[in-house]
C-alpha cells in the first residue's frame, strides 16, 4: 500500500508498505528520517517518541497505514529551519545530557512536548513526563538538568513570569 502524510512539515510518501509495518520503520528506513531510535519495539523505552498530530507517541506500536494524512514531526523536526539546534536539543547539548544518544530523541521530543504543556513543570511533573524514556547509560539527573536549563531558556525567551 502507498501511505502520504506529512513528516516534519513536508509531504512524503511510501510505497509498497506492508500492513504490519510499524510508523518508525518507515520513518527511518522509507522516509529517510533515522533520528528516532529502534530499541524494544514494545512502547516502554520511549526511544523511538515522535509527535502524531501534535501528540507525542511511540512511533514502534503505530501501525504506518495509521498515519495516512496525519502530520508526524520527528526529533529532526525539532530543530530551526536552517537546521540549528532547537532550543530543547541545545539544553541537552550544553547541560551534557546527550550520553551515549539512544534515548535522546525521544527524550527530547517528550520534553518539548512536557514545555510546551507547562514551560514551569516541577520535579515532579518532569519526572512523570519523562517517565516513559529509559535511559540504560547512566542516571538521570544530567537529563533533569537539561530539562529545567530548557525551562528556563524557553521562560526567558517567550518571557513567562516564575
Given at each position: 500500500?502507498?501511505?502520504?502524510?506529512?513528516?516534519?512539515?513536508?509531504?512524503?510518501?511510501?510505497?509498497?508498505?506492508?500492513?504490519?509495518?510499524?510508523?518508525?520503520?518507515?520513518?527511518?528506513?522509507?522516509?529517510?528520517?533515522?533520528?528516532?531510535?529502534?530499541?524494544?519495539?514494545?512502547?516502554?523505552?520511549?526511544?523511538?517518541?515522535?509527535?502524531?498530530d501534535g501528540v507525542p507517541?511511540?512511533?514502534?506500536?503505530?501501525?504506518?497505514?495509521?498515519?495516512?494524512?496525519?502530520?508526524?514531526?520527528?526529533?529532526?523536526?525539532?530543530?530551526?529551519?536552517?537546521?540549528?539546534?532547537?532550543?530543547?536539543?541545545?539544553?541537552?547539548?550544553?547541560?551534557?545530557?546527550?550520553?551515549?544518544?539512544?534515548?535522546?530523541?525521544?527524550?527530547l521530543v517528550q520534553t518539548?512536548?512536557?514545555?510546551?504543556?507547562?514551560?514551569?513543570?516541577?520535579?515532579?511533573?518532569?519526572?512523570?513526563?519523562?517517565?516513559?524514556?529509559?535511559?540504560?547509560c547512566t542516571g538521570y539527573?544530567?537529563?533533569?538538568?537539561?530539562?529545567?536549563?530548557?525551562?528556563?531558556?524557553?521562560?526567558?525567551?517567550?518571557?513567562?513570569?516564575?
Open positions: 500500500m502507498r501511505v502520504t502524510f506529512s513528516a516534519n512539515g513536508k509531504p512524503v510518501e511510501a510505497d509498497d508498505v506492508w500492513e504490519g509495518e510499524s510508523l518508525l520503520y518507515v520513518l527511518r528506513e522509507r522516509v529517510g528520517l533515522p533520528g528516532s531510535k529502534n530499541a524494544c519495539e514494545q512502547g516502554e523505552c520511549g526511544s523511538c517518541t515522535v509527535y502524531l507517541v511511540c512511533s514502534c506500536l503505530v501501525a504506518a497505514g495509521q498515519v495516512q494524512g496525519r502530520e508526524v514531526r520527528t526529533v529532526e523536526g525539532l530543530a530551526g529551519q536552517d537546521g540549528e539546534l532547537g532550543l530543547v536539543q541545545q539544553a541537552f547539548v550544553d547541560a551534557g545530557a546527550v550520553q551515549c544518544g539512544f534515548c535522546t530523541p525521544g527524550l518539548d512536548a512536557l514545555l510546551a504543556a507547562d514551560p514551569q513543570p516541577s520535579d515532579t511533573d518532569i519526572r512523570e513526563a519523562l517517565s516513559g524514556n529509559l535511559c540504560r539527573e544530567k537529563i533533569m538538568d537539561a530539562v529545567r536549563l530548557a525551562s528556563a531558556r524557553k521562560c526567558s525567551v517567550e518571557g513567562v513570569a516564575k
